[in-house]
Protein backbone atom coordinates (compact mmCIF):
# COMPACT_ATOMS: atom_id res chain seq x y z
CA UNK A 1 0.00 0.00 0.00
CA UNK A 2 1.30 3.10 -0.77
CA UNK A 3 2.08 6.50 1.35
CA UNK A 4 -1.57 8.12 -0.26
CA UNK A 5 -3.38 5.68 0.88
CA UNK A 6 -2.26 4.66 4.10
CA UNK A 7 -2.50 8.46 4.93
CA UNK A 8 -6.60 7.94 3.89
CA UNK A 9 -6.85 5.53 6.76
CA UNK A 10 -5.24 7.25 8.72
CA UNK A 11 -7.85 10.17 8.25
CA UNK A 12 -10.26 7.83 9.05
CA UNK A 13 -8.72 6.06 12.23
CA UNK A 14 -8.86 3.12 10.32
CA UNK A 15 -5.54 1.34 11.25
CA UNK A 16 -7.26 -2.24 11.57
CA UNK A 17 -5.86 -3.57 8.34
CA UNK A 18 -2.25 -5.47 8.31
CA UNK A 19 -0.90 -3.68 5.64
CA UNK A 20 -1.48 -0.02 7.26
CA UNK A 21 1.03 -0.81 9.77
CA UNK A 22 2.62 -3.50 8.70
CA UNK A 23 5.82 -3.42 11.28
CA UNK A 24 3.90 -3.35 14.13
CA UNK A 25 1.39 -6.27 12.62
CA UNK A 26 4.98 -7.93 12.54
CA UNK A 27 5.57 -7.04 16.15
CA UNK A 28 2.95 -7.89 17.79
CA UNK A 29 3.05 -11.33 16.27
CA UNK A 30 6.85 -11.89 17.59
CA UNK A 31 7.73 -14.29 20.42
CA UNK A 32 10.04 -11.39 21.53
CA UNK A 33 8.26 -8.21 21.81
CA UNK A 34 11.32 -6.58 22.88
CA UNK A 35 11.16 -2.84 24.47
CA UNK A 36 12.23 0.34 22.55
CA UNK A 37 15.18 2.09 24.85
CA UNK A 38 16.48 5.40 24.13
CA UNK A 39 15.36 7.52 26.57
CA UNK A 40 12.07 8.80 24.88
CA UNK A 41 9.00 7.55 27.12
CA UNK A 42 6.55 9.45 25.70
CA UNK A 43 6.02 11.97 22.60
CA UNK A 44 5.58 15.74 23.94
CA UNK A 45 1.91 16.77 22.95
CA UNK A 46 3.32 20.40 22.01
CA UNK A 47 4.75 20.91 18.33
CA UNK A 48 8.66 20.89 17.47
CA UNK A 49 11.07 18.99 15.39
CA UNK A 50 12.23 15.57 16.73
CA UNK A 51 14.77 13.63 14.63
CA UNK A 52 15.69 10.02 15.95
CA UNK A 53 18.74 8.44 14.53
CA UNK A 54 20.09 5.01 14.46
CA UNK A 55 21.04 1.73 12.40
CA UNK A 56 19.00 -0.09 10.06
CA UNK A 57 17.06 -3.32 11.97
CA UNK A 58 17.29 -1.68 15.35
CA UNK A 59 13.07 -1.26 14.71
CA UNK A 60 12.99 2.68 14.30
CA UNK A 61 10.18 1.44 11.46
CA UNK A 62 8.46 -0.47 14.55
CA UNK A 63 8.72 1.99 17.24
CA UNK A 64 7.31 4.90 14.49
CA UNK A 65 4.25 2.53 13.48
CA UNK A 66 3.67 2.51 17.55
CA UNK A 67 3.53 6.21 18.00
CA UNK A 68 1.16 6.29 14.86
CA UNK A 69 -1.29 3.56 16.80
CA UNK A 70 -1.08 5.19 19.92
CA UNK A 71 -1.89 8.15 18.25
CA UNK A 72 -4.81 7.42 16.35
CA UNK A 73 -6.46 5.66 19.84
CA UNK A 74 -5.28 8.64 22.01
CA UNK A 75 -6.34 11.42 20.09
CA UNK A 76 -8.72 10.32 17.33
CA UNK A 77 -8.77 10.34 13.62
CA UNK A 78 -6.76 12.61 11.38
CA UNK A 79 -4.90 13.63 14.26
CA UNK A 80 -1.00 11.71 12.43
CA UNK A 81 0.00 11.46 9.32
CA UNK A 82 3.05 9.62 7.90
CA UNK A 83 5.71 9.32 5.08
CA UNK A 84 8.35 7.70 4.09
CA UNK A 85 11.78 9.28 2.94
CA UNK A 86 12.55 6.18 0.86
CA UNK A 87 9.60 6.91 -1.68
CA UNK A 88 10.06 10.96 -2.11
CA UNK A 89 12.25 11.89 -4.64
CA UNK A 90 13.89 15.97 -3.23
CA UNK A 91 12.76 17.97 -0.44
CA UNK A 92 10.76 20.18 -2.69
CA UNK A 93 8.56 17.05 -2.80
CA UNK A 94 8.94 16.64 0.83
CA UNK A 95 7.76 19.69 1.49
CA UNK A 96 4.79 19.75 -0.79
CA UNK A 97 3.77 16.48 1.17
CA UNK A 98 4.19 18.06 4.12
CA UNK A 99 1.90 20.98 3.40
CA UNK A 100 -1.02 18.83 1.90
CA UNK A 101 -0.93 16.73 5.18
CA UNK A 102 -1.34 20.28 7.34
CA UNK A 103 -4.19 20.25 5.72
CA UNK A 104 -5.74 17.72 6.40
CA UNK A 105 -5.58 17.20 10.03
CA UNK A 106 -9.07 16.93 11.42
CA UNK A 107 -10.29 19.94 12.98
CA UNK A 108 -11.14 18.67 16.50
CA UNK A 109 -7.47 17.06 16.85
CA UNK A 110 -6.12 18.12 19.77
CA UNK A 111 -2.46 17.30 18.47
CA UNK A 112 -0.89 17.10 15.59
CA UNK A 113 1.59 14.68 14.11
CA UNK A 114 3.49 13.92 10.76
CA UNK A 115 6.05 11.46 11.12
CA UNK A 116 8.64 11.01 8.14
CA UNK A 117 10.56 7.55 8.07
CA UNK A 118 14.06 7.51 6.90
CA UNK A 119 14.48 11.13 5.88
CA UNK A 120 17.92 11.08 5.74
CA UNK A 121 17.18 9.41 2.26
CA UNK A 122 16.15 12.73 0.89
CA UNK A 123 18.80 15.08 -0.35
CA UNK A 124 18.79 18.46 1.58
CA UNK A 125 15.82 17.24 3.36
CA UNK A 126 16.23 20.20 6.18
CA UNK A 127 15.66 22.90 3.19
CA UNK A 128 11.99 21.27 3.48
CA UNK A 129 11.76 21.67 7.77
CA UNK A 130 13.31 25.22 7.45
CA UNK A 131 10.48 26.24 4.34
CA UNK A 132 7.73 24.74 6.25
CA UNK A 133 8.75 26.22 9.20
CA UNK A 134 9.48 29.65 8.12
CA UNK A 135 6.38 30.09 6.64
CA UNK A 136 4.76 29.11 9.91
CA UNK A 137 2.78 25.64 7.86
CA UNK A 138 4.41 23.50 10.72
CA UNK A 139 3.70 26.04 13.82
CA UNK A 140 1.29 23.47 15.58
CA UNK A 141 2.70 20.10 13.86
CA UNK A 142 4.93 17.77 16.04
CA UNK A 143 7.50 16.47 13.10
CA UNK A 144 9.58 12.97 13.78
CA UNK A 145 11.81 12.22 11.60
CA UNK A 146 14.36 9.05 11.64
CA UNK A 147 17.31 8.23 9.65
CA UNK A 148 20.31 6.03 9.41
CA UNK A 149 22.44 8.28 9.11
CA UNK A 150 23.56 9.79 11.96
CA UNK A 151 26.33 12.85 10.89
CA UNK A 152 23.27 13.68 8.10
CA UNK A 153 20.64 13.74 9.97
CA UNK A 154 22.88 16.04 12.93
CA UNK A 155 23.84 18.83 10.15
CA UNK A 156 20.44 18.63 8.91
CA UNK A 157 19.05 19.42 12.32
CA UNK A 158 21.59 21.93 13.48
CA UNK A 159 20.19 23.63 10.42
CA UNK A 160 17.24 24.69 11.78
CA UNK A 161 18.03 27.18 15.09
CA UNK A 162 15.38 28.05 16.47
CA UNK A 163 12.67 26.40 14.03
CA UNK A 164 12.58 22.82 16.42
CA UNK A 165 9.82 24.65 19.09
CA UNK A 166 10.15 24.73 22.76
CA UNK A 167 10.50 21.15 23.31
CA UNK A 168 13.13 20.10 26.00
CA UNK A 169 15.35 17.51 24.09
CA UNK A 170 15.03 17.39 20.14
CA UNK A 171 17.66 14.61 19.55
CA UNK A 172 17.43 11.16 20.24
CA UNK A 173 19.35 7.84 19.18
CA UNK A 174 17.77 5.02 18.82
CA UNK A 175 19.33 1.87 20.25
CA UNK A 176 20.33 -1.71 20.17
CA UNK A 177 17.86 -3.56 22.52
CA UNK A 178 19.39 -4.09 26.15
CA UNK A 179 20.97 -7.29 27.45
CA UNK A 180 19.01 -7.25 30.66
CA UNK A 181 15.59 -6.84 28.69
CA UNK A 182 16.77 -9.87 26.19
CA UNK A 183 17.87 -11.74 29.40
CA UNK A 184 14.69 -11.30 30.86
CA UNK A 185 13.28 -12.78 27.72
CA UNK A 186 15.43 -15.87 26.85
CA UNK A 187 17.79 -17.11 29.70
CA UNK A 188 15.15 -19.75 30.73
CA UNK A 189 15.11 -20.96 27.40
CA UNK A 190 18.49 -20.83 26.25
CA UNK A 191 20.44 -20.90 30.08
CA UNK A 192 21.70 -18.16 31.44
CA UNK A 193 25.73 -19.37 30.91
CA UNK A 194 25.02 -18.63 27.45
CA UNK A 195 22.68 -15.73 27.05
CA UNK A 196 25.34 -13.37 26.71
CA UNK A 197 26.76 -15.31 23.41
CA UNK A 198 23.23 -15.45 21.90
CA UNK A 199 22.85 -11.58 22.09
CA UNK A 200 26.62 -11.14 21.09
CA UNK A 201 25.55 -13.03 18.08
CA UNK A 202 22.16 -10.89 17.57
CA UNK A 203 23.76 -7.70 18.00
CA UNK A 204 21.23 -6.54 20.14
CA UNK A 205 19.10 -6.19 16.64
CA UNK A 206 15.15 -6.73 17.57
CA UNK A 207 14.81 -8.71 14.12
CA UNK A 208 18.09 -11.32 14.92
CA UNK A 209 17.00 -11.84 18.67
CA UNK A 210 13.67 -13.33 17.75
CA UNK A 211 14.74 -15.43 14.71
CA UNK A 212 17.34 -16.93 16.95
CA UNK A 213 14.92 -17.49 19.75
CA UNK A 214 13.46 -20.04 17.45
CA UNK A 215 15.92 -21.59 15.89
CA UNK A 216 19.39 -20.88 18.12
CA UNK A 217 21.03 -19.79 14.81
CA UNK A 218 21.48 -16.41 13.38
CA UNK A 219 19.69 -17.14 9.76
CA UNK A 220 21.68 -15.71 6.79
CA UNK A 221 19.10 -13.45 5.46
CA UNK A 222 19.46 -10.81 8.54
CA UNK A 223 23.32 -10.61 7.80
CA UNK A 224 22.68 -10.35 4.65
CA UNK A 225 20.13 -6.99 5.19
CA UNK A 226 22.67 -5.58 6.92
CA UNK A 227 25.17 -6.00 4.01
CA UNK A 228 22.72 -5.08 1.48
CA UNK A 229 22.03 -1.81 3.61
CA UNK A 230 25.96 -0.79 4.21
CA UNK A 231 27.15 -1.33 0.60
CA UNK A 232 24.36 0.27 -0.65
CA UNK A 233 24.63 3.14 1.30
CA UNK A 234 28.59 3.55 0.16
CA UNK A 235 28.22 2.83 -3.52
CA UNK A 236 25.36 5.89 -3.48
CA UNK A 237 28.54 8.20 -2.60
CA UNK A 238 30.45 6.80 -5.07
CA UNK A 239 32.71 4.78 -3.19
CA UNK A 240 33.76 1.21 -4.05
CA UNK A 241 32.40 -2.15 -2.24
CA UNK A 242 35.86 -4.00 -2.46
CA UNK A 243 37.37 -1.34 -0.79
CA UNK A 244 35.38 -1.36 1.76
CA UNK A 245 35.15 -4.58 2.60
CA UNK A 246 39.23 -4.38 2.11
CA UNK A 247 39.43 -2.03 5.00
CA UNK A 248 36.68 -4.14 7.06
CA UNK A 249 39.14 -6.88 7.00
CA UNK A 250 42.07 -4.84 8.55
CA UNK A 251 39.14 -4.05 11.10
CA UNK A 252 39.46 -7.42 12.14
CA UNK A 253 42.91 -7.89 11.78
CA UNK A 254 44.17 -4.95 14.13
CA UNK A 255 40.74 -5.31 16.18
CA UNK A 256 41.55 -3.78 19.45
CA UNK A 257 44.87 -2.18 18.61
CA UNK A 258 45.51 1.16 17.38
CA UNK A 259 46.09 2.28 13.86
CA UNK A 260 47.03 5.06 12.54
CA UNK A 261 45.28 6.14 8.73
CA UNK A 262 47.80 6.11 7.06
CA UNK A 263 48.84 2.33 7.85
CA UNK A 264 44.63 1.43 7.65
CA UNK A 265 44.95 2.79 3.82
CA UNK A 266 48.62 0.86 3.04
CA UNK A 267 47.36 -2.22 4.44
CA UNK A 268 44.33 -2.57 2.94
CA UNK A 269 45.32 -1.30 -0.79
CA UNK A 270 43.63 2.26 -0.57
CA UNK A 271 45.57 5.16 -2.03
CA UNK A 272 45.99 7.39 0.78
CA UNK A 273 45.25 8.22 4.27
CA UNK A 274 42.48 10.37 3.08
CA UNK A 275 40.32 7.80 1.38
CA UNK A 276 41.06 6.20 4.22
CA UNK A 277 39.67 8.84 6.61
CA UNK A 278 36.57 8.98 4.17
CA UNK A 279 35.23 5.12 4.28
CA UNK A 280 35.35 5.52 8.36
CA UNK A 281 33.75 8.75 8.36
CA UNK A 282 31.08 7.46 6.55
CA UNK A 283 31.02 3.88 8.83
CA UNK A 284 30.78 5.83 11.63
CA UNK A 285 27.84 8.44 9.83
CA UNK A 286 25.95 5.01 9.90
CA UNK A 287 26.08 4.41 13.47
CA UNK A 288 28.88 0.89 12.46
CA UNK A 289 32.37 1.73 13.72
CA UNK A 290 33.94 5.10 15.65
CA UNK A 291 36.99 6.03 16.48
CA UNK A 292 38.06 5.43 19.65
CA UNK A 293 41.28 8.15 20.25
CA UNK A 294 43.66 8.20 23.36
CA UNK A 295 43.43 10.47 26.00
CA UNK A 296 45.70 12.11 27.45
CA UNK A 297 45.06 12.60 31.10
CA UNK A 298 47.26 14.85 32.44
CA UNK A 299 45.99 17.46 30.58
CA UNK A 300 42.35 15.93 30.58
CA UNK A 301 42.16 16.16 26.45
CA UNK A 302 41.84 13.62 23.35
CA UNK A 303 45.03 13.32 21.38
CA UNK A 304 43.53 13.10 17.76
CA UNK A 305 47.27 13.65 16.20
CA UNK A 306 48.16 9.95 17.42
CA UNK A 307 46.72 6.67 16.07
CA UNK A 308 43.12 5.54 17.31
CA UNK A 309 41.32 2.24 17.79
CA UNK A 310 38.36 1.21 15.49
CA UNK A 311 35.76 -0.34 17.46
CA UNK A 312 32.48 -1.73 16.22
CA UNK A 313 29.43 -0.17 18.26
CA UNK A 314 27.35 -2.33 15.95
CA UNK A 315 27.57 -5.82 16.42
CA UNK A 316 25.50 -6.65 13.66
CA UNK A 317 27.37 -5.19 11.69
CA UNK A 318 30.33 -6.46 13.22
CA UNK A 319 28.81 -10.24 12.72
CA UNK A 320 27.57 -10.09 8.70
CA UNK A 321 31.08 -8.74 7.07
CA UNK A 322 33.29 -10.79 9.83
CA UNK A 323 35.80 -13.21 7.48
CA UNK A 324 34.51 -16.12 9.73
CA UNK A 325 30.53 -15.61 9.18
CA UNK A 326 29.51 -17.04 12.41
CA UNK A 327 25.95 -17.98 12.58
CA UNK A 328 25.99 -20.45 15.92
CA UNK A 329 27.08 -20.77 19.37
CA UNK A 330 29.69 -23.31 18.74
CA UNK A 331 30.78 -21.46 15.72
CA UNK A 332 32.18 -18.49 18.22
CA UNK A 333 33.27 -20.79 20.55
CA UNK A 334 35.55 -22.46 17.35
CA UNK A 335 37.16 -18.81 16.63
CA UNK A 336 40.76 -18.17 18.23
CA UNK A 337 41.49 -16.75 21.40
CA UNK A 338 42.34 -12.98 19.64
CA UNK A 339 38.78 -13.35 17.41
CA UNK A 340 37.05 -14.01 20.47
CA UNK A 341 39.30 -11.36 22.37
CA UNK A 342 38.49 -8.71 19.86
CA UNK A 343 34.53 -9.66 19.33
CA UNK A 344 34.11 -9.23 23.44
CA UNK A 345 36.04 -5.97 23.25
CA UNK A 346 33.44 -4.55 20.54
CA UNK A 347 30.65 -5.94 22.38
CA UNK A 348 31.74 -3.70 25.64
CA UNK A 349 32.24 -0.77 22.98
CA UNK A 350 28.77 -1.06 22.16
CA UNK A 351 27.64 -1.04 25.47
CA UNK A 352 29.45 1.92 26.92
CA UNK A 353 28.19 3.54 23.57
CA UNK A 354 24.60 3.02 24.74
CA UNK A 355 25.35 4.14 28.12
CA UNK A 356 26.20 7.58 27.22
CA UNK A 357 23.61 8.11 24.59
CA UNK A 358 21.13 7.15 27.94
CA UNK A 359 23.38 9.27 30.03
CA UNK A 360 22.98 12.09 27.57
CA UNK A 361 26.32 12.55 27.26
CA UNK A 362 27.37 15.07 24.78
CA UNK A 363 29.09 13.55 22.19
CA UNK A 364 28.35 10.22 22.79
CA UNK A 365 30.31 9.06 19.61
CA UNK A 366 33.71 10.19 21.13
CA UNK A 367 35.22 6.99 22.72
CA UNK A 368 38.79 7.43 24.18
CA UNK A 369 40.82 5.07 26.06
CA UNK A 370 44.46 5.23 28.09
CA UNK A 371 47.87 4.09 27.18
CA UNK A 372 51.46 4.68 28.82
CA UNK A 373 54.70 3.06 28.39
CA UNK A 374 53.63 0.41 30.52
CA UNK A 375 50.44 -0.16 30.84
CA UNK A 376 47.18 0.11 28.77
CA UNK A 377 43.42 0.37 29.51
CA UNK A 378 40.57 -0.29 26.39
CA UNK A 379 38.07 2.16 27.71
CA UNK A 380 37.48 5.27 29.55
CA UNK A 381 33.36 4.72 30.23
CA UNK A 382 30.20 7.02 30.43
CA UNK A 383 31.04 8.30 34.31
CA UNK A 384 35.26 8.94 33.75
CA UNK A 385 35.82 5.52 35.06
CA UNK A 386 38.40 3.41 33.33
CA UNK A 387 37.46 -0.38 31.68
CA UNK A 388 39.89 -3.14 30.48
CA UNK A 389 38.51 -6.31 28.62
CA UNK A 390 40.09 -9.53 29.27
CA UNK A 391 38.97 -12.68 27.36
CA UNK A 392 40.72 -15.18 30.25
CA UNK A 393 41.51 -15.05 33.59
CA UNK A 394 42.49 -11.77 35.69
CA UNK A 395 43.71 -11.16 38.98
CA UNK A 396 43.37 -7.76 41.33
CA UNK A 397 47.11 -8.21 41.51
CA UNK A 398 48.06 -7.59 37.78
CA UNK A 399 46.34 -3.80 38.43
CA UNK A 400 48.55 -3.28 41.61
CA UNK A 401 49.68 -0.13 39.80
CA UNK A 402 46.22 1.29 39.10
CA UNK A 403 45.31 3.04 42.52
CA UNK A 404 48.74 4.28 42.31
CA UNK A 405 48.29 6.23 38.78
CA UNK A 406 45.17 6.90 38.83
CA UNK A 407 43.99 7.56 42.83
CA UNK A 408 40.24 7.96 43.35
CA UNK A 409 39.51 6.54 40.10
CA UNK A 410 37.98 3.47 39.82
CA UNK A 411 38.51 0.27 37.13
CA UNK A 412 36.28 -2.43 35.89
CA UNK A 413 37.95 -5.60 34.48
CA UNK A 414 36.13 -7.68 32.21
CA UNK A 415 37.34 -11.19 32.81
CA UNK A 416 36.32 -14.36 33.87
CA UNK A 417 37.36 -14.35 37.13
CA UNK A 418 35.61 -12.01 39.31
CA UNK A 419 37.48 -10.25 42.04
CA UNK A 420 37.33 -6.60 43.72
CA UNK A 421 39.31 -4.60 45.64
CA UNK A 422 39.05 -0.85 46.30
CA UNK A 423 40.08 0.76 43.42
CA UNK A 424 39.58 -2.25 41.21
CA UNK A 425 36.87 -4.60 40.38
CA UNK A 426 36.85 -7.56 38.27
CA UNK A 427 33.44 -9.17 36.51
CA UNK A 428 32.51 -11.69 34.38
CA UNK A 429 31.08 -9.72 30.68
CA UNK A 430 27.37 -11.17 31.83
CA UNK A 431 27.75 -9.60 35.48
CA UNK A 432 28.75 -6.11 33.27
CA UNK A 433 26.40 -6.30 31.23
CA UNK A 434 23.87 -7.03 33.51
CA UNK A 435 24.71 -3.89 35.41
CA UNK A 436 22.54 -1.40 33.37
CA UNK A 437 22.66 1.70 35.03
CA UNK A 438 20.14 2.93 32.59
CA UNK A 439 17.76 -0.20 32.53
CA UNK A 440 14.36 0.80 34.37
CA UNK A 441 12.51 -2.71 34.46
CA UNK A 442 11.79 -6.36 33.39
CA UNK A 443 14.65 -8.06 35.36
CA UNK A 444 15.80 -7.68 39.46
CA UNK A 445 17.30 -10.64 40.25
CA UNK A 446 21.20 -11.17 39.60
CA UNK A 447 22.48 -13.73 37.14
CA UNK A 448 24.63 -17.33 37.88
CA UNK A 449 28.04 -17.18 38.75
CA UNK A 450 30.28 -18.87 36.35
CA UNK A 451 33.30 -19.12 34.98
CA UNK A 452 34.02 -18.30 31.24
CA UNK A 453 37.50 -18.77 29.98
CA UNK A 454 36.42 -18.59 26.39
CA UNK A 455 33.44 -17.64 24.15
Partial sequence: MNVREINRYLAAGDIEREDILPHLSEYQQRSLPLPFEFGLRELPEQPGILSIRGPRQYGKSTWLELQIE?????????SVFYLNGDELLNHEELFREIATLTESFAKNAKVHRIFIDEITSIKDWELALKRAADQRIIKDVLIVTTGSKALDLRRGHERLPGRKGKLSKTEYFF?????RAYYANVYRELGSRDAWKYYLLSGGSPLACNEMYHTERLPDFVPQIIRDWILGEVVATGRNRMMLTSILRCLYRYGGNSVGFAKLAR????????VASGYM???????????????DTSRDVIDMKKPCKFPFVNLSVAIAFHPNAPRQIHELKAMSDKEQSILLEWLVAQELWRRRVLKGVENP?????????????????ENENFVEVKAGQASATEFAWF???????RLTVICSTPF????????????????DPYFKAYVTEEPEEYEVDRI
Avoid: Y
Fill in 70 to 78: DTIKGFGPG
Fill in 175 to 179: LPCSF
Fill in 267 to 274: ESGLANNT
Fill in 281 to 295: EQLADLMCVLPSWPM
Fill in 365 to 381: EALVFWRSKHHELDFID
Fill in 403 to 409: PKVFPGK
Fill in 420 to 435: ETKSVVGMTIHQFLFR
